[in-house]
């Protein structure tokens, strides 16, 4: 049972996600909160698993929120506008929701996180002694696991940890987005974002700002432009 926190300045948003919380059932509402300031006084004091955070709010907006909890929880954006969505991954958020949002999509991003609090308990590393050209093994508990890098998507950086798309499924392991990247060959591997890695033979199209894999948009960081346009053509 995931503990939540609602921070929103509008109570109709609030009242939506409480309802799609009730939905869901595997979750528990500990507190809604109008403002960033209460929301970070009861942060601050109490363990939660997953906060709704919208951005744009008066006297201190989610983003300056975020960055004044040393060890925030698994965030998800929920806000009305999309250019926030760059800087919400930038910030090691697990998932970015753009309102008005359907249940189907808040269900999308509760599996999100459901898998990183899952897998995360695994207490899984990459195993940086024994990677080959095609495969590197996993290192969970006393179990090793082969993981082929042809299998892989794209990687998501949250925060400590590190979140390996495969279409074998997901793995969650200990380690900075950068430490993985080192691990991958890199010809066959692109850093597109502060927060993800993604597969070359994977992307299907690139569409302004984000690379279109499949079922997965993937944003394009400012700062990447120039280094995707070179990995696409080379």
């Known amino acids: 049972m995931l503990s939540c926190v609602?921070?929103?300045?509008?109570?109709?948003?609030?009242?939506?996600?409480?309802?799609?919380?009730r939905q869901y059932g595997d979750a528990r509402l500990?507190?809604?909160?109008?403002?960033?300031?209460?929301?970070?006084?009861?942060?601050?004091?109490?363990?939660?698993?997953?906060?709704?955070?919208?951005i744009e709010m008066p006297e201190m907006s989610g983003i300056e929120l975020l960055g004044a909890?040393?060890?925030p929880p698994v965030t998800i954006f929920t806000t009305a506008f999309r250019n926030y969505a760059f800087e919400g991954f930038e910030l090691g958020v697990i998932d970015f929701l753009l309102k008005p949002f359907s249940f189907a999509r808040f269900l999308l991003a509760m599996e999100k996180v459901g898998d990183f609090h899952?897998?995360?308990?695994?207490?899984?590393?990459?195993?940086e002694g024994n990677?080959?050209?095609?495969?590197?093994?996993i290192k969970s508990g006393t179990s090793q696991v082969k993981l082929f890098?042809?299998?892989?998507?794209?990687?998501q950086g949250l925060k400590d940890y590190a979140i390996i798309y495969a279409l074998t499924g997901k793995v969650v392991?200990?380690?900075?987005?950068?430490?993985?990247?080192?691990?991958f060959p890199a010809d066959r591997f692109i850093r597109v974002h502060k927060s993800?890695?993604?597969a070359r033979d994977k992307i299907l199209r690139i569409e302004k700002n984000r690379i279109i894999m499949n079922e997965h948009q993937i944003p394009i960081g400012r700062n990447y432009k120039e280094e995707v346009q070179k990995g696409i053509s080379a």
Do not use: M
């Not at 939660?48 to 955070?53: Q, S």
């Not at 990677?131 to 093994?137: G, L």
């Not at 890098?149 to 990687?155: K, L, M, Q, S, Y």
């Open 6 to 21: 609602i921070i929103d300045d509008e109570p109709l948003a609030q009242d939506i996600l409480e309802g799609y919380l």
């Open 30 to 54: 500990a507190g809604r909160f109008n403002n960033a300031y209460d929301a970070l006084d009861f942060l601050t004091n109490h363990t939660i698993d997953v906060i709704f955070l919208d």
């Open 69 to 71: 909890l040393p060890n």
């Open 118 to 127: 899952r897998l995360r308990s695994d207490d899984s590393l990459l195993d």
């Open 131 to 137: 990677n080959q050209a095609d495969f590197i093994f």
């Open 149 to 155: 890098f042809n299998a892989v998507t794209h990687i």
């Open 173 to 183: 392991i200990k380690g900075s987005i950068k430490k993985v990247h080192q691990l």
């Open 196 to 198: 993800f890695i993604v």
